[in-house]
Each structure stands twice: as C-alpha cells, then as structure tokens.
C-alpha cells in the first residue's frame, strides 16, 4: 500500500458534470445522445450504419483535477468502442447496452487533451448479440449520456442493497459497498450510511469502518415501511458518504422494499396473487433509432403505464436505458430485463462475452424496484446446457432476490431457470395447416414438456403471427383486436399462468428479413410515434375505470368499410358496466352488456355488438341512409363517457400536442398531429402531408414534411438552449396551427 502523504485532502469531493455537449463527428459540432446516420422512417439500407465512425472531444486539464480520479461514464456506445486520450488507447468495451469507465487519470495533461471515441457499427459476429439475423437495428453511436466524473483516489464504485424480509413487521437492509481504490492506497476511514424517505427525513443512521474494499452492514429493526407496489410505488433512498485520508466521496441509491416470486401458482408480489398483463418495448424511435434521453424514455414509461395501463414491461431484447428503468420505478411499472441477443449463440469467446454481459446488466440494475425477472438466456434460441448453466449461476451469486427466466419459442426446452418464460404462438398456426384448430394458448405441461407445474410466464405472442398497420382496413383491425383479446383471456384464465406479456408496445424499424418489406415491423399495438392502434385499448380497458374510464369502439363508422357492408359485429373495448346505443334518426334505445360468454376470464371484456341486438331496419342495407351514432358508457348506473361518430365526417381540426409544453435544455420532446373531424375523431384515412417549421433553441429529427399515417404523424425536437419555442405545422386542408414551448 502507498501511505498517505502530508496533502490536504479533505475538501475533494464528487463532481459529475454532464458530457453530452460539443462533440465534432464527421466535421460536425453534435450533442449526446446521437445516433451515427439518421435513417429515414422505412425503405433504407440498413448497411449505411454498419461502419467505423469517430466521435472527438477536446478536454481542457482543471489545476484543480490535480491529486483526483478523472473518469468519463458512458451510458452505452453502440458497438465496439475503443476510447483514446492523447493518441494512446484508454479502454475498449464491445456490450453495446451497458455502461462502462474510462479512467482518464493516469493520462491527462496540461492544457488541452483529445478525447477520440472510435466505434464500428458493424454486426461483428464474435459480439453479442451478433452472429446471425436479428429481428430489430443496432443502430451505431454515442447514443445514451456520457458523464466526467470527478473524485477523490478513493471513492465509492457500486453500492448493492437487498431487502430480505419486507412481509415482517420491522424490516432490514442488507448492504454492500464497493470501493475503489486505483492507486493502491493505504485504505481507512469511516462511512457513514444515511436511509431516507421520499420526503428526505432521516429513518437511519449508521457508520462504519472503512478496512477493505468491500464494506457490509445491516440496518435492522425499521418499522412503519412502505412498500413498494404497482399501484404505490414508494421508494426509499440510501446515502452513503465515504470519508478516507484523501477525501470524501458520496453515492445515493434509490430502492423500495417488496417481495416479488413467480410460484407454479402464478406471480406473487408483497404476498398477494397479480396477473401479469404486459407488453414487450423495443428502445427505438424513428429517424434517430437508440438516441433519445431521459425526458422521451420517461415518456415511454409512463405511456406503457397510463395509456396502455399494462403492469408489466420486458426489456426486449437487451438491457435499456437507465431513465426508462427510474421511471419504471416512480411510477410502478414490473420490468422483466434480459441480455443481449436474438436466437444465435455464437463460440465459446461469445458465450463468455454474454455472461459478461449478465454480470454488467445486474451490477447496474440490482436496486429497481420495478425489475423482478433477470432474463439470462438469448431469446428464442437453442437449448445449450453449459452456456445457459453459466448465466443462471452468475445471475445467482450477483443477485439472490430476483429469479431468473429464459426466454424460448419451441417446446419441451431445458428448463435451467427458475421461471419458464415462453413464447406462445400457436394463436395464427391454424393458418399454416394441420388438425388443431384455433387456440389461444398451449397448456403450460405441453411446452414445458414436464408433467409437473412449474412457474410459468407466457412473454410473447401475436406479434409476426399477425403484424397489423395503423391504416389497415377494418377488419384486420377487428381480428388485431380479437387476437388480443383472446390470449388475454386464455391467460386470465389459467390460475397456474403468471400472465402474459404480448408482442409488443410499439412498431420499431428492422431488417429487410423480418419487416414488412419497407423496414417496419407492424407489430405493435402502437406505431412507431406512440399513436394507439384499436388493439392497444385491448390492454388499457383491462385497468380499472377508477384510472380512467375506456370507450373505444373498433371502428371509422363507415358503411363500405367491411365486406358486404356495415360494421357488425362492432367490438367495444371498454371497463364500462353497459353501453347504450343512440343513432342520430331512431328514437329507440339500445343497451349491450360485455360479452362473458365468449371472454369469461377477463377483468373487463369487450361488448361485441351483433345484429341480434338490432331490428333489420337500424343499420339499413347498402345504399341506404347511414347515421350519426353516440355510444355511451355507464358505470354503477351513471354516465362515465361518451363517443360519438358522424356519418360524413368532414377535416374540421388540425391537432397539434406536444408531450410537455415546458422544458430544460437536453429534453427531447414528442410532438403529435392529428387530423380530426367534427366530433373528435382521427380522420384514419387521411394521408397528405404537413409541413413542419421550427425556430428557436431546437433541433428536429428527421424530415421537416412527413405523411399522415391513419390520420396522424409525429417528430422529435430536441432542446439546445433556453427560450422559446416555436412551430407551426402547416397542411392544405386546415388552417396553420401553431405552438410554443418554454424552456427554463
């Protein structure tokens, strides 16, 4: 050990400043976080991205770095990364999805120092996840947040907090601690461990002396805990100061306390029995494929919870930013996270590159409150004994409080795992041949091929068995609908089922193998702005109405949009009680309960409405008179919502909306338009073109004009500096609409 010299170093302390600004890439100034070539929305060549890019940086030496540790956190860089200082080779880090440090230190200079970050975006086979065909882009860049961290040559790498025994009345922690300590020095002094509440008060405080590197210690007897749930998803926060003969160094940690256990019996959390409803994210967005920040992965969090109102997001099929985890956290969204990869397994060197990967992935992950499920397996591919026992074992020593799941596709697979975690087809097969007929979802004993139960999760289905467009016909989006609706139930109705997790949330940009020939996956239940097809109120219709009533009826209200003619049967997604049914030209009533013979199982099923519910002469035949109609929704006897469609609907209303009306520099925020009628409706059939302006602190990805796509369009700004915002979005039917954005 190196002894303390006569230097004062008790005024050291942690500096993180925020890196992402002033990059030059390919003679360019740009900020972070950047994807290396903007892709256009479909029909592209995704080999323009699988190449070298270089990213450079000037650093300027602070006299006051002196006696410190200088070191650049990066988020993630897609792929292979090698970061050079001053011309000489600092680290290389091949996982595109997790974070990794380049200790500056040893290396910097007076004056000026050139940082160059050297990326290959090419799918190199001897990486994770590549090797063979993925079904979603990899998109090169710098494209999550870079961070210069200043500390004292002693300070906190990790902490790692497990809460053993939250059912009890007076709770414990369980910490662990990870230091430091580059430069060998001799090591003492004393930490001092702070727990707080949402509030910031104070329920613990301990200290500890500092003899090695890793440092544990309990905190025990806590009472009147809160814990962490779906529905209140308090969170805690652990403050750890470190004081040492070189200086101080703090770390906070935010954490809840609850239980979380998949049985043979379903999903248990803090106890209680919860059907797992979910969906399946991809971290892609249009034109700019990985490279938003926090402000858009906090939104797409908080639409998977409260627009799409599922319980449950898996991290398809790698690791995801760290903002959309924290969001998962505040607002109490289940994340199923797993590794890298797509069906193939590389050599031995890959393999070992994965369990790398498992270990970086629970080392930044292992205090969300929201991630009950490590997925240690590459998704839907072969079995492979030694590999896969690999895996589960480091995910084990890293991590006893979670269990660990291995995503598959065929049946009768190793079951290494604690949950087997499977991907059900069978709802589409019938079309390819043979005797079974139509079912929603395989017996759990047929796929596991065991004749015992086992915890089980159903973590795909639909999805390729039936892609559907935003602005497909009709009756497409009927039977989208319907096959939702029935793998729900078929869940719903299997107590030994933990749930289902359905492919998936949004459309995402893929390769020529697996889209639908323009580079678009249409599998989501939202299309790749964010915007509801019918299928995704399926999912927010099975919440309860006390988080916002659901009416959406599957359909544009349009005589000649189904074969023969009408819109019967009419499928109503709705956590109404009852509907009743009021055409513009008819006097008479119509009330329609859900149909619970034909979805038995669900919390709320859909009210299919039939001719059996009509006299012949309420809808008419072709060619006859087509009518206005309002549909209300009643709960408990009272009127909870209303819908209203016209019979000629006319583009009355440009809507434009953005996600936040204010914002800081750094946010990237979505904007949406849509074309409306007269009473509300998206105008689904509408496809001409707006013309998008933008001025002020702002830039915008992809093109300033983009279509219509069913009736709505969105873009991407991000914020460069303060000011106001303006834009004005222009389009030949409606007058030009404009809005403001501050940014504080």
């Known amino acids: 050990m190196i002894e303390a010299t006569k230097k004062d170093y008790t005024k050291i302390v942690r500096e993180t400043f925020n890196f992402n600004n002033s990059w030059i890439f390919e003679n360019s100034e740009v900020c972070l976080p950047h994807s290396a070539v903007e892709l256009p929305f479909n029909y592209f060549d995704e080999s323009i991205y699988q190449k070298e890019f270089t990213y450079e940086k000037i650093i300027n030496q602070q006299a006051s770095w002196n006696d410190k540790e200088v070191c650049l956190v990066f988020e993630a860089i897609m792929a292979n990364a090698h970061i050079y200082l001053n011309d000489k080779k600092i680290v290389s880090h091949t996982d595109g999805y997790t974070p990794f440090i380049a200790r500056l230190t040893d290396e910097l200079k007076k004056g000026e120092n050139k940082l160059r970050v050297k990326i290959d975006g090419r799918e190199n086979p001897s990486i994770p996840p590549f090797g063979g065909r993925i079904d979603y882009l990899t998109y090169a860049g710098i494209y999550r947040d870079v961070h210069l961290r200043i500390t004292s040559p002693i300070f906190i790498h990790n902490i790692k ?5 939250v059912l009890e009345e007076k709770k414990s922690l369980k910490v662990r601690v990870d230091l430091l300590n580059p430069k060998a020095l001799n090591l003492s002094g004393l930490l001092t461990a702070n727990l707080l509440n949402s509030e910031g008060k104070i329920l613990s405080n301990t200290k500890h002396e500092i003899t090695e590197k890793e440092i544990f210690f309990e905190i025990n007897n806590l009472k009147n805990i809160e814990l962490w749930d779906i529905d209140n998803p308090s969170l805690y926060e652990l403050d750890i100061s470190i004081q040492t003969p070189y200086g101080i160094d703090n770390l906070n940690e935010r954490f809840g306390f609850r239980s979380a256990e998949f049985t043979k019996n379903g999903f248990m959390l803090n106890g209680e029995q919860l059907k797992i409803r979910g969906l399946n994210r991809h971290q892609s967005f249009p034109y700019v494929g990985y490279a938003l ?18 319980n449950l997001v898996r991290t398809s099929h790698y690791p995801q930013s760290k903002h959309f985890l924290n969001r998962c956290d505040e607002i109490g969204l289940l994340v199923f996270e797993e590794i890298a990869g797509w069906q193939h397994i590389g050599d031995k060197n890959w393999q070992n590159k994965s369990v790398e990967n498992v270990k970086n992935m629970i080392e930044r992950d292992w205090n969300h409150p929201s991630i009950i499920l490590w997925g240690v397996r590459i998704n839907e591919s072969a079995d492979n004994h030694e590999f896969y026992l690999k895996t589960n074992q480091v995910a084990h020593q890293l991590d006893r409080t979670r269990q660990t799941g291995g995503v598959r596709k065929f049946i009768e697979g190793e079951f290494i795992e604690d949950v087997y975690t499977m991907n059900d087809f069978i709802l589409g097969e019938e079309e390819l041949g043979g005797n079974r007929g ?8 047929e796929c596991t091929g065991l004749n015992y139960d086992v915890p089980y999760l159903v973590t795909e289905f639909n999805g390729h068995m039936f892609p559907t467009k935003s602005f497909d016909n009709e009756l497409r989006q009927n039977e989208h609908v319907l096959r939702h609706l029935e793998v729900l139930n078929a869940a719903y109705g299997d107590r030994n089922n933990a749930g289902a997790v359905g492919w998936c949330a949004f459309d995402y940009n893929t390769h020529k193998d697996f889209g639908s020939g323009d580079r678009v996956c249409y599998h989501g239940v939202m299309d790749m702005y964010r915007e509801p097809k019918f299928a995704s109120y399926v999912y927010s219709s099975q919440d309860d109405a006390k988080n916002g009533v659901v009416l959406e009826p599957v ?4 005589r000649g949009e189904r074969n023969i003619q009408g819109v019967l049967p009419l499928i109503i997604l709705t956590n109404c009680d009852y509907v009743e049914i009021l055409f513009s030209k008819n006097e008479d009533t119509f009330f329609i309960k859900p149909d619970f013979k034909n979805f038995p199982n669900l919390p709320h099923p859909p009210i299919v409405v039939n001719t059996e519910h009509f006299p012949e002469n309420v809808f008419g035949t072709w060619g006859t008179d087509w009518q206005d109609v309002k549909i209300n929704g009643f709960i408990d006897g009272s009127l909870a919502k209303s819908k209203k469609f ?6 009355t209303n440009l809507e434009v909306i953005p996600d936040f009306e204010k914002a ?8 949406i338009i849509r074309a409306l009628d007269q009473v509300g409706n998206k105008m689904r059939y509408l496809s001409e073109t707006v013309d998008i302006n933008l001025s002020g602190p702002a830039i915008l990805f992809g093109p300033n004009t983009v279509p219509l796509r069913a009736g709505s369009a969105g873009f991407w700004i991000r914020i460069i500096g303060s000011g106001v915002i303006n834009i004005s979005i222009k389009h030949i039917r409606f007058l030009q609409k404009e809005i403001s954005i501050e940014v504080s």
Do not use: C, H, M
């Not at 016209?646 to 583009?651: F, L, M, S």
């Open 293 to 310: 920040g926090k402000s858009a992965q906090y939104k797409d969090a908080e639409i998977l919870k409260f627009d799409l109102r599922v």
């Open 646 to 651: 016209v019979a000629d609907p006319i583009p």
């Open 161 to 165: 907090i497990e809460t053993p025994n």
């Open 664 to 671: 800081n520099i750094g946010d990237d925020i979505r904007i």
């Open 555 to 558: 359909t544009v209200w349009a």
């Open 438 to 445: 139509r079912i929603a979802l395989r017996p759990q004993r």
